[in-house]
């Protein structure tokens, strides 16, 4: 990499910054606060492509000026990161630092608190400050800072040393998503006894709003082009916050002519559906009284009841499953719909590294990869990495995260093409808002390809995905 590189990734980061500091001094002038103005500021567009544009130049400043050796150390032994992170949320040291207020407090005090070795606990401490995780504002004196106190509950930390089971409870999810991370496997093991871990992963997919950009499923699609009284199936839906947010957009109840009037039929495990139930009887009771919206026990591998869906949603649902069951679910739902039925994938779409050209008209699984509305090439001119680098890497560790916990993946577009073409859907649309990777991705009905025709049967599934687990876990099965 030449000089001439490196300035320009520099005068990148301050053309950037002129472009944040423009966006902020048209606004109040008010100091750092999670509610305050400035900080949702944050989701104006024009701040999210700065700040992307300030995050990979300064990642591929770093790492082409750094000794390799020291780079490649940093990536190697950065795997304590995530452990610090977690023991911070656990040990609700960020609730302890909050009630110390901002000059902090001696570590001695903290480990006092939440039992922690004093020792372990300092050095634990300091490696998250030097990742900017918190401050140390004098020796063993910590205090919170803009991304700590991220994950405050806002509760006392008295009180979640009494009831810590509690502790998620009316918080906006993000640290309930720190917390679960190492506990993923189990969550969808049928009968799982462990209601805390599964009540805090309801709330935890609520703290994934902040991969999105609030509301961006409403632009996600053409809600306004359904007709009156659609029906929507909220396919692992989880709790229902994706229909929650649709309902009040689109069937507020109102007898107004103009109302779309949409129902919603919220479809999980049954462990999930009654806390999805519980969530909406506390917040928005006279959906579910007034038949705007209903929950519904369905395993997505069977047959899907609902034959007359206008939209079938899979929000963050396939990339928890691997090709062979991903490719299930969608065929489920093909099998359910009707010609006029559209799918909505809302999940990562993970870029090339490289600039795409989508010249050749099938991606290598097959499935149309040209005309697809809203893809992208890339995401950033040169001398930047054509997928942003560092500032995507949130959804390359997402993707890692997802292979290693369940067999699941992030996929690129081409991959979601494949998959989806697979199954006897055709991808036409991708909306993504601007600066994020999360996608809402649309398909409509097309022909069953050959291998779906063989998932039709029991056996033929059952054939078909050993024979996929059989290249990692020599599974044997019969041809059907
Ligand atoms: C990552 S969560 C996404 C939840 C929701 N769509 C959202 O965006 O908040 C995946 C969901 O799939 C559900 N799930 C897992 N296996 C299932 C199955 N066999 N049938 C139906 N739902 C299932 C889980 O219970 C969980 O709620």
């Not at 634990?124 to 004196?141: C, G, M, N």
């Not at 992208?376 to 995507?392: F, H, R, V, Y």
């Not at 997802?402 to 577009?413: A, D, I, K, P, S």
């Amino acid at each position: 990499m030449t000089f001439a590189v490196l300035r320009s990734l520099h005068a990148l980061i301050g053309d950037a910054l002129d472009d944040i500091e423009r966006v902020y001094a048209e606004s109040e002038n008010v100091p750092f606060d999670a509610n305050s103005p400035s900080e949702s500021l944050t989701a104006h567009p024009v701040v999210i492509s700065a700040v992307n544009r300030i995050v990979a130049a300064a990642g591929q400043m770093s790492a082409t000026v750094q000794i390799p050796f020291l780079t490649l150390c940093d990536a190697g032994m950065g795997f304590h990161l995530p452990s610090c992170l977690r023991l911070l949320e656990a040990t609700h040291t960020v609730e302890i630092l909050r009630e110390a207020g901002p000059e902090g407090l001696h570590v001695k005090r903290i480990a006092e608190k939440n039992g922690v070795d004093k020792n372990k606990l300092a050095h634990i401490l300091r490696l998250l400050a030097t990742h900017h995780i918190l401050r140390e504002v004098s020796p063993d004196v910590f205090a919170n800072n803009r991304l700590s106190s991220a994950l405050d509950t806002g509760k006392s930390s008295e009180e979640l040393m009494r009831s810590p089971e509690t502790k998620y409870n009316d918080t906006n999810g993000i640290s309930a998503f720190v917390g679960m991370w190492y506990v993923l496997p189990t969550l969808f093991v049928p009968d799982n006894p462990n209601r805390f871990r599964l009540e805090r992963f309801g709330k935890a997919m609520t703290g994934t709003v902040s991969w999105e950009v609030p509301g961006a499923v409403l632009n996600g699609f053409d809600w306004q082009s359904l007709p009156k009284g659609s029906t929507i199936v909220d396919v692992g839906g989880g709790i229902g916050s994706t229909s929650m947010l649709l309902a009040h957009a689109y069937s507020d109840g109102s007898q107004d002519d103009d109302a779309l009037g949409l129902k919603f039929v919220i479809q999980d495990r049954e462990v999930v559906v009654d806390m999805g139930q519980k969530a909406w009887k506390a917040k928005c009771p006279e959906l579910l009284e007034s038949g705007i919206a209903q929950f519904q026990v369905h395993d997505f591998f069977t047959p899907q009841p609902i034959k007359n869906a206008a939209v079938f949603i899979l929000r963050v649902v396939l990339h928890d499953w691997p090709d062979a069951f991903a490719q299930r679910i969608l065929l489920r739902l093909r099998e359910a719909a009707t010609p006029d039925t559209k799918l909505l994938i809302a999940d990562f779409v993970l870029p090339l590294a490289c600039t795409d050209n989508f010249e050749t008209s099938q991606s290598e699984e097959g499935g149309e990869i040209t005309g697809i509305q809203g893809a992208e090439t890339k995401l950033a001119p040169a001398p930047l990495l054509p997928n942003l680098g560092k500032a995507s890497a949130n959804v390359y560790w997402m993707d890692m995260t997802m292979q290693c916990m369940f067999n699941g993946q992030e996929r690129t577009l081409r991959e979601i093409v494949s998959l989806a073409h697979s199954a006897g859907w055709k991808v036409t649309k991708v909306t993504k808002a601007p600066g994020s990777l999360f996608g809402h991705i649309v398909a409509r009905w097309a022909g069953l390809a050959r291998d779906a025709e063989l998932l039709h049967s029991d056996r033929g599934w059952i054939y078909l995905h050993t024979k996929r687990l059989g290249r990692d876990l020599a599974v044997e099965s019969e041809e059907p």
